[in-house]
């Protein structure tokens, strides 16, 4: 059995993966890991495999250089020429689940993370290949951002749960009450603090490029979020 998590970064990656890290019948595993290092049977185990969705060249760069040995032997190429059609034939083969949240949202975390990586367009690519490419695919979304109650947070992760074919296990009604979030910077929280306020004027001056082009496909992107459960974003 093989669970595929495919991410835009900072949409609730490690919300997930903590999530079925707790699980101790399945083995976590990156797609890189998989494919060329030590895991290369991983298709063989009860599992869960994850990669990002990567596709702009100058990131990919930084990756490639920072990442460690790993991502310094397959680089670039692997993330772009390698990586993406192989996550496109994954989602037809294993059942498939991903995070989703408030693309502008993440755009302003992984600001405070790697402004370095700016403009982060290719954060809103991703969501683009996931609704284009993905959108007849059976895919499970877990929106993290929507207010949903416990109880609602309870049946969206056991439907999770049924989607990947798992009995639902104790930690699972642990993460739905307390709905954590993981992997949190404390760098820049004035970023945070100005989404959080909703000041637009600032967002639209920080992020031109950013707010521009979720603005120009906003015809694709907001049905897509509607169906979740999003309402009233900032860009709509």
């Not at 903590?18 to 399945?26: A, R, S």
């Not at 695919?137 to 929106?143: A, E, R, T």
Request: charge should be neutral; hydrophobic fraction near 40%; glycine fraction near 4%.
């Amino acid at each position: 059995m093989t669970i595929f998590i495919p991410t835009v970064p900072h949409s609730g990656t490690w919300f997930l993966l903590e999530l079925f890290k707790t699980n101790p019948l399945l083995h976590n595993v990156e797609l890189g890991f998989v494919m060329f290092k030590e895991d290369h049977r991983s298709l063989e185990k009860r599992n869960v495999i994850h990669t990002h969705l990567h596709g702009n060249d100058h990131v990919l760069e930084n990756l490639a250089t920072k990442r460690g040995k790993m991502h310094d032997k397959l680089g670039r190429n692997f993330y772009r020429d390698f990586n993406m059609p192989l996550m496109d034939a994954m989602v037809k083969q294993f059942a498939t689940v991903v995070p989703v949240r408030d693309p502008l949202a993440s755009i302003v975390s992984r600001h405070r993370r790697h402004p370095e990586f700016a403009p982060h367009n290719y954060m809103i690519e991703g969501w683009l290949h996931v609704i284009r490419k993905w959108a007849r695919d059976d895919i499970f979304y877990v929106p993290i951002d929507t207010e949903l109650s416990a109880e609602e947070r309870s049946i969206l992760l056991n439907h999770m749960c049924d989607h990947c074919a798992l009995k639902p296990w104790s930690a699972v009604e642990k993460w739905a009450e307390k709905w954590t979030r993981k992997n949190v910077t404390a760098l820049r929280p004035e970023f945070a603090e100005r989404y959080k306020a909703g000041d637009v004027d600032w967002i639209r001056k920080t992020f031109p490029n950013e707010w521009a082009q979720l603005v120009e496909y906003r015809g694709v992107l907001q049905p897509f979020l509607e169906t979740l459960g999003y309402k009233d974003l900032l860009w709509w």
